[in-house]
């Protein structure tokens, strides 16, 4: 058995140009969740390295297991399940926007490489991720001491047959690290978090960075914990900050008991036809 009842937290974190001093702040702020009672923690993504092509390949080139052996420090010293936002991971000649995922014993409990790569043409902004990044191939769903979660990563979100998958696989809980920008975060944060959750009747936790501005990339912030009604339960502004909420597992059943659109799909419609 799990935990059905526990505390979550997202630390909504602001990423500096100085490596070391965004990593102290992350360990700074992880210190206090723990302190606030979080037992499961979601930080932002690419939270150890400013969101901008130019920075990618500089932070690769000191590797990812830096950031992964300071990530399950923390789980591990604070006994808390830390999602680890994202990293630039290096794997051969490619390199991941990937997020790593460690148990309260500072184990590694899964690792999810992104798998739809941020290419945009917005008006203002023109940004290929694919220019850097190799997209991964896998939807990540793991088991965990508070029930299976699943995990993405940011313009995953905008494809629902993915989140349909992990909730199909019994995911109670699915933690999305991100960072929209200050064209689609005004336009479809809320609005696509809130559905996702609301689609699959299950828990949303939507970990954005906090807003650097002025920077060449401004995140729109807004963090939120959502519960399988789509209601908010915690939500964070732009500025860094942490955010906590109680988490009642039961509250799924609840849901779909009065709402039961998830326990009636009809899968042996929506097939597409060749």
């Not at 990423?15 to 070391?20: A, H, S, V």
């Not at 930080?43 to 390295?49: G, H, I, K, T, V």
């Not at 300071?70 to 630039?88: D, I």
């Amino acid at each position: 058995m799990y935990r059905k009842k526990f505390s979550l937290g997202v630390c909504q974190l602001r990423t500096e140009t100085d490596y070391e001093a965004t990593m102290e702040k992350a360990a700074a702020m992880i210190r206090e969740a723990a302190s606030a009672g979080a037992d499961v923690l979601v930080l932002p993504e690419m939270f150890p390295c400013p969101y901008a092509t130019d920075y990618f390949h500089a932070f690769a080139s000191r590797g990812h297991e830096e950031t992964c052996r300071r990530l399950s420090s923390w789980a591990g010293e604070n006994r808390l399940l830390l999602v680890g936002g994202s990293v630039p991971e290096v794997d051969g000649d490619r390199l991941y926007n990937s997020c790593f995922v460690y148990g309260p014993d500072g184990g590694l409990l899964a690792r999810h490489r992104k798998v739809h790569l941020f290419d945009v043409d917005l008006p203002g902004m023109c940004f290929h991720e694919s220019h850097t990044f190799t997209p991964g191939s896998e939807i990540t769903v793991f088991d965990t001491p508070y029930g299976r979660m699943g995990v993405a990563v940011c313009f995953d979100v905008r494809f629902p047959e993915m989140f349909r998958a992990m909730a199909r696989r019994g995911c109670e809980l699915i933690c999305l690290p991100a960072q929209f920008n200050m064209t689609t975060g005004p336009a479809h944060w809320e609005a696509t978090m809130r559905m996702r959750a609301v689609d699959n009747e299950l828990f949303f936790v939507a970990a954005a960075a906090a807003r650097y501005e002025g920077f060449s990339y401004e995140c729109w912030g807004h963090s939120l914990i959502l519960d399988p009604f789509g209601s908010k339960l915690a939500e964070a502004d732009e500025t860094e900050q942490l955010i906590l909420a109680e988490l009642d597992l039961n509250r799924i059943d609840e849901v779909r008991a009065q709402l039961p659109t998830f326990l009636h799909l009809r899968e042996d419609l929506y097939t597409v036809a060749d």
